[in-house]
């Protein structure tokens, strides 16, 4: 809405000064019976058709960012900054772009013989201006037009109950006067610009609170001095300008005003949505079903008050459906980056698309669900999308997947395993990632923060490859024992000694035993001599990187006599010792079991 609107002498008298006015109202919300607010009213269309309807096509685009939301910003952007501003908007995709309201300020008005002057405007994009339905400010439009090829002149005046009786004072006929008289004087100006080719725009401002006949009435009012044709038609831009009633009255409005335009074909509909009620993305979705053909809206939302509907969230939300936006925000950080900077405005960590936060999954069942997708999505550029939790592919918008699972108390096994593996290569077995899970959610319960990925890298180096008390591995050799009867030189021991020292609390032991297997060798000698019973559950190894050099990792889970489990991981360039160094580890954590482990700052 604009904030240079004017009011008239007619305007009605209040009965109460707006000093007593503010004395007499309570503060906090009326209870019980609301007599303070009522509904919004229902609208008349038992044949609604566009419940039943769906959008396949990109509307016409119109950004009023330059406006709409230049104007609702505390600090208006520079002429600088709105030329950089106008060029993304170009970038991006934009064929319509209002440049401002060069008639109300100097600064428009400059910004406007900028792009003319230094030939910023590309063929193929039209500038849109906007006017009040004023005398002198219409002429001094036109004058902020010379030498432009094409343009799009918006003229708008107010037309709900509640603005013709508080803020005009006039009757319908009056305020029908008004805009009649605005377009005629643009249609008499319009041949002193021969060589522009001028389409024009009407908005009845307020029309979301607006009687519908009357909008109707207005609207054919302005057509019929224009004349508008099928090959050259007005776009009537219909606004929410304050957001009144849910997204389905707002559908019904567009439904019927669509129906019963006279001429239908020779207008364009445009939406125009504002977000006071949280619900402008919906409500022009809707109005979109409902047969408008053009949105007009600005990048991330900003605007008036709550804000004009967000296109990237609208255009993006079409690509998600199989819908091709005709918008391109392949490098959404880069849009961010640029509209933060002009406008001041920060875009909220959960705003859809955009914000920080939008592809991070905090819930362990949710990181558990997408990394499983992740590893089953086809990755084919051209494949059908199929991640749970994840409606857009990040990578399409520029975003990342590194950011996609961050880990804090909620956090499950899944996520914990996903950045192990992401970012250090290290695949724990299944049963692990359950361990280790709680592992860090206790860390993450006591931190009372998000961990990062260094952070449960530590803690896992400290759970599982720091054991090293109170035994140690020092040495360890194993001889294998054949079957004098085989004839096969490849075939495996039959038995293999391994001799080990082992420090025990520092203290050195040397120790011996035959197995079937180093490991099962190393088991029965420490058995034999250290500990107490425990036997091996399960093994795992793999390597940690390329190359005859690469470090493997062996993980072991051993049970103790009281059932208990435990795995032990280990590192070492030779496989049989991080397996050996893997049951020690094992040991060491049944031993120390309960001992808590600690994350630095990270
Ligand atoms: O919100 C509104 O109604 C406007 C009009 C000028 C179109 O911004
Ligand atoms: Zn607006």
Redesign the pocket.
């Known amino acids: 809405?604009?904030a240079t609107q004017s009011t008239t002498k007619g305007a009605s008298q209040a009965p109460y000064s707006a000093k007593q006015a503010l004395a007499l109202r309570q503060a906090g919300m009326q209870r019980g019976s609301i007599t303070k607010y009522q509904p919004f009213s229902q609208i008349e269309l038992p044949d609604r058709q566009w419940p039943s309807r769906a959008v396949t096509a990109a509307p016409i685009w119109c950004s009023v960012d330059l406006r709409?939301g230049n104007q609702a910003l505390a600090i208006p952007m520079s002429v600088g900054e709105k030329i950089e501003f106008f060029k993304l908007l170009v970038d991006l995709g934009f064929k319509e772009i209002e440049v401002g309201f060069p008639a109300a300020s100097q600064i428009e008005f400059d910004f406007m013989r900028r792009l003319v002057e230094e030939d910023l405007i590309p063929n193929d994009v039209t500038v849109q201006v906007?006017v009040q339905a004023r005398e002198a400010l219409i002429e001094r439009t036109f004058e902020a037009l010379h030498g432009i090829p094409r343009a799009i002149v918006h003229l708008?005046n107010s037309t709900s109950p509640l603005q013709r009786r508080v803020v005009f004072g006039m009757s319908r006929p009056e305020i029908i006067d008004i805009a009649v008289r605005g377009m005629a004087l643009i249609k008499a100006l319009a041949p002193s610009l021969p060589d522009t080719h001028i389409r024009v725009e009407y908005?009845p401002?307020?029309f979301s609170a607006t009687e519908l006949d009357f909008s109707l009435e207005i609207c054919e009012a302005v057509m019929e001095v224009w004349e508008p044709t099928a090959a050259d038609p007005i776009i009537l831009?219909l606004?929410a300008?304050v957001e009144v009633a849910t997204p389905n009255v707002h559908a019904d409005q567009i439904e019927w005003f669509c129906r019963h335009l006279r001429h239908r074909d020779r207008a364009i509909i445009s939406l125009?949505t504002?977000n006071d009620r949280g619900a402008g993305v919906a409500a022009t979705e809707l109005g979109l079903l409902a047969g408008a053909q053009r949105v007009e809206g600005t990048l991330f939302g900003n605007g008036?008050r709550t804000g004009n509907v967000d296109i990237v969230t609208l255009a993006l939300n079409l690509y998600t459906q199989g819908v091709d936006p005709e918008l391109d925000f392949s490098d959404i950080n880069a849009v961010r980056a640029i509209y933060e900077r002009c406008t001041r405005m920060d875009v909220h960590p959960r705003h859809p698309y955009a914000g920080d936060l939008v592809f991070t999954a905090f819930s362990g069942s949710h990181q558990d669900a997408i990394n499983k997708g992740m590893a089953a999505q086809d990755p084919m550029p051209s494949a059908l999308w199929q991640v749970p939790y994840l409606p857009i592919d990040p990578k399409d918008i520029g975003r990342s997947y590194e950011a996609i699972i961050r880990i804090n108390a909620q956090s499950g096994k899944g996520g914990v395993a996903y950045v192990l593996e992401s970012e250090y290569g290290i695949q724990m077995p299944k049963t692990m990632q359950v361990e280790f899970g709680k592992v860090i959610n206790d860390i993450a319960d006591q931190y009372g923060a998000e961990l990062t990925p260094a952070q449960i890298h530590q803690a896992f180096q400290q759970t599982y490859l720091e054991q090293q008390t109170p035994f140690r591995l020092e040495a360890f050799r194993t001889l294998m024992h054949h079957d004098q009867s085989s004839q096969d030189a490849d075939a495996s021991p039959s038995a293999v000694t391994c001799v080990a020292r082992v420090l025990v609390d520092g203290a050195p032991h040397e120790i011996s035993a035959v197995g079937n297997g180093p490991i099962n060798a190393f088991v029965n000698a420490m058995k034999e001599e250290l500990v107490a019973d425990f036997n091996i559950l399960s093994y795992a190894e793999h390597s940690l990187g390329e190359g005859s050099r690469a470090e493997a990792i062996a993980y072991i889970q051993i049970r103790t006599p009281s059932g208990e489990t435990f795995f032990g991981a280990a590192t070492d360039t030779n496989i049989e010792r991080a397996s050996i160094k893997a049951v020690v580890g094992a040991l060491n954590r049944a031993i120390h079991a309960h001992q808590g482990v600690r994350v630095t700052e990270g």
């Open positions: 809405m604009i709409d906007l708008y908005s401002e307020s831009n606004p300008t125009h504002h008036e």
